[in-house]
């Protein structure tokens, strides 16, 4: 099993729907997970942390399953500003971090 | 909002060349990481750097790279002899201390192209 996977997509979804992406991961050890949001050719940006069983901030939740090692992130009302690739990722040692390849998130008008 | 510099924002060299790309973490922050990702696939970790010394660094990483922190502010990824695969978007990230590991803030990258 890779360290961290991720449904590339696309997810190709309505203004205003819900939509959620899933990530697995390995090291059943890991105990901080995160979100984070890369626009097109730019930078990772931090989304949202998950340290036990999950995290909300507005429209974004994500959830922490540590019997089947993956993490999800549901967003609610999806708007346009949305759309954008979504890393998870995880500690992969001490400093390392491991970046799954990306759910890519198109929401369509 | 403080934030994480990089110059140059492209950078073009041909194979053989020596490359340094140049980082500038956020001024209260220990530990800082070099990333690079090749277009259309992941970010991949590469080396991270902490009291003036590697901490952890990745396969990718051998002995043509090397980072240095040569004053209280700039934090460099040097490439010696640049390949054509070494064409990538190199992105620094710095985090404060006592932060998780992965809550890192990440830089605007810089965009290598090995000719």
């Known amino acids: 099993r890779k360290e961290v996977e991720q449904d590339p997509g696309p997810f190709n979804v309505p203004e205003g729907a819900t939509v959620a992406f899933n990530c697995t991961y390995s090291?059943?050890?890991?105990?901080?997970f995160f979100w984070y949001r890369q626009d097109c050719r730019k930078e990772p940006k931090l989304l949202m942390s998950?340290?036990?069983s999950g995290n909300e901030d507005g429209r974004f939740t994500a959830q922490l399953n540590r019997a089947s090692q993956y993490i999800s992130l549901l967003i609610r009302d999806s708007k346009l500003s949305d759309s954008a690739t979504y890393l998870c990722?995880?500690?992969?040692?001490?400093?390392?971090?491991?970046f799954g390849i990306g759910t890519k998130l198109q929401v369509i008008p | 909002e403080p934030e994480v510099t990089q110059t140059p924002s492209h950078q073009v060299t041909q194979m053989g060349q020596e490359v340094i790309l140049r980082c500038v973490p956020i001024?209260?922050?220990?530990?800082f990481y070099w990333y690079r990702q090749i277009l259309g696939q992941k970010v991949e970790f590469l080396v991270s750097?902490?009291?003036?010394?590697?901490?952890?660094k990745s396969e990718i990483f051998d002995d043509q790279f090397s980072v240095e922190r040569p004053d209280g502010s700039n934090f460099t990824l040097k490439i010696r002899s640049t390949k054509l695969e070494d064409s990538a978007m190199y992105f620094c990230?710095?985090?404060?201390?006592?932060?998780?590991?992965?809550?890192?803030?990440f830089g605007p990258g810089t965009r290598l192209t090995v000719l």
């Open positions: 990230a710095s985090r404060r201390a006592g932060g998780p590991s992965n809550e890192q803030f």
């Open positions: 090291n059943s050890a890991s105990q901080s």
């Open positions: 998950v340290y036990s």
């Open positions: 990722v995880t500690p992969g040692g001490y400093q390392k971090v491991t």
């Open positions: 001024s209260n922050h220990l530990y």
């Open positions: 750097f902490y009291n003036n010394e590697i901490s952890e």
